[in-house]
């Protein structure tokens, strides 16, 4: 079992960068995909970015070439650096964990949550 803490939110003007972080608790940390959710007011949650066990990543066609995920399993820590942030990029950002879907960008083979970041973006 794993435990995730959020943190790094906050409210940045547009064309700013925010650096996320998601602290694990637990074993086996490296035996983890790990990937970031978000989701605004009004809308169902949305992919973001995945990391799986190695160094392939994932990221949505609405953050790419903004957004890079990245692990640091000697740190039991994951990183989602936000740069060129937009408005719509407001959302509560989660982090999450599985050990079995390894290369997956659906929220429901997440099995581990955060509680989850503020991101604000002003205009």
């Known amino acids: 079992q794993v435990q995730l803490v959020e943190s790094g939110g906050g409210l940045v003007q547009a064309g700013g960068s925010l650096r996320l972080s998601c602290a694990a608790s637990g074993r086996a940390f490296s035996t983890y995909a790990m990937a970031w959710f978000r989701q605004a007011p009004g809308k169902e949650r949305e992919f973001v970015a995945a990391?799986?066990?190695?160094?392939?990543?994932y990221t949505a066609d609405s953050v790419k070439g903004r957004f890079t995920i990245s692990r640091d399993n000697a740190k039991n820590t994951v990183y989602l650096q936000m740069n060129s942030l937009k408005p719509e990029d407001t959302a509560i950002y989660h982090c999450?964990?599985?050990?079995?879907?390894?290369?997956?960008?659906?929220?429901?083979?997440?099995?581990?949550w955060g509680q989850g970041t503020q991101v604000t973006v002003s205009s």
């Open positions: 999450a964990a599985n050990r079995w879907y390894t290369d997956s960008t659906e929220f429901r083979d997440y099995n581990y």
């Open positions: 990391i799986n066990l190695g160094i392939r990543t």
